[in-house]
């Protein structure tokens, strides 16, 4: 009760102080620049010139502290040792690309690069496309979106309850291992069976994103205009035909912005892989192996930080990429 009461409270101060910030500051640009009088004009020019910024000051203020100044800390521990004490320039760096498991992580998010975003934006089109043609389209939609409303953390604990193996001899609970058995086989511990246990997780994350995919694809697929489609037919072409040719190549856009959305999502996934496996059995990604640098044991903030600057020097190209895309989509 009183975890829910904190909460509560929280959202309860923070939405009150949004509120009381922008009226609180309006009142007083009012007062500073009157919308009246011999000087009105002037005053209503300056204070437009000002206001936007009541309203962007807060959220810049909260990005340089929580997303700017981590950033540049994370690049100056990366230069020190372990223990922030001695200053050793590039030598984190250099153990990096000696350490067996980064190399072992950059493989591994390397596949989930190649499988995640590719699987989760087929099956997002597919649903997309199927459940705007069948009566029940929206039930199943909210079906499939449903895992999007799970914490990676809730999802990963579901999942694993999918994969449980119990001993020889006793009832198994995980609902794979109870099918595998059904028909014939023998129960497997399947998150420690190398190198397919990364493709267990990683269908995880399929299972998240393809809602999100769905979602966006389907809005792109009923932005097509009506008129190429019927000419499509008209011209004697088949549904598959409509579908690869016409439909496809006219959200080719909207698919690279949830690919690479869903990319940039994959190159930052722990959550998942830290609650399944926590990166034993040849499971390591970069984010939990920054993680076990940064707080397991004896901290080394040099190391984590270093492996945080990889991980983030991975992700700002197609941040780039994806935001110019949809700039370009916009115009």
Same mark, same amino acid.
Request: glycine share 10%; aromatic share 14%.
């Given at each position: ?53 009541? &309203? ?53 998010? %390397? ?11 087929? &099956? ?14 929206? %039930? ?103 579908? %690869? ?49 940064? %707080? ?36």
């Amino acid at each position: 009760m009183e975890l829910l009461l904190l909460a509560v409270g929280t959202i309860a101060v923070g939405v009150l102080g949004c509120m009381a910030w922008f009226w609180g500051s309006n009142f007083v640009l009012d007062q500073l620049l009157p919308p009246r009088g011999p000087k009105a004009g002037d005053n209503i020019r300056r204070a437009g010139l000002i206001r936007p910024w009541l &309203f962007l000051g807060p959220a810049i203020l909260f990005l340089g502290v929580y997303l700017v100044y981590p950033v540049l800390n994370s690049i100056w521990l990366s230069m020190f040792n372990g223990s922030s004490t001695e200053y050793v320039g590039g030598s984190n760096y250099a153990w990096l690309a000696q350490d067996a498991k980064f190399r072992e992580s950059m493989i591994n998010n %390397f596949f989930w690069l190649l499988i995640v975003p590719a699987l989760a934006t087929l &099956f997002g089109l597919i649903a997309a496309q199927l459940t705007d043609r069948i009566r029940w389209g929206n %039930f199943g939609k909210s079906l499939i979106f449903m895992p999007m409303a799970i914490s990676f953390v809730g999802a990963g604990v579901i999942w694993k309850f999918i994969y449980e193996y119990r001993e020889p001899g006793t009832e198994q609970i995980g609902l794979l291992n109870a099918i595998w058995q059904s028909l014939g086989g023998t129960a497997q511990t399947w998150l420690t069976l190398q190198p397919v246990n990364n493709f267990f997780l990683m269908i995880v994350l399929v299972w998240i994103q393809t809602g999100f995919a769905m979602v966006i694809l389907s809005a792109a697929l009923r932005g097509i205009p009506e008129e190429t489609i019927e000419a499509a037919v008209l011209d004697g072409a088949s549904p598959w035909q409509i579908f %690869f040719k016409i439909k496809v190549p006219q959200i080719l856009g909207t698919i690279a912005v949830v690919w690479t959305t869903i990319t940039i999502t994959v190159l930052k996934v722990f959550d998942i892989v830290f609650v399944m496996t926590n990166g034993q059995w040849g499971t390591q990604v970069l984010a939990n192996l920054m993680y076990d640098w940064m %707080f397991r044991g004896t901290p080394d903030y040099g190391r984590g930080s270093a492996i945080a600057i990889v991980l983030m020097i991975l992700v700002l190209p197609i941040m780039i990429w994806n935001i110019r895309n949809v700039r370009r989509e916009m115009r």
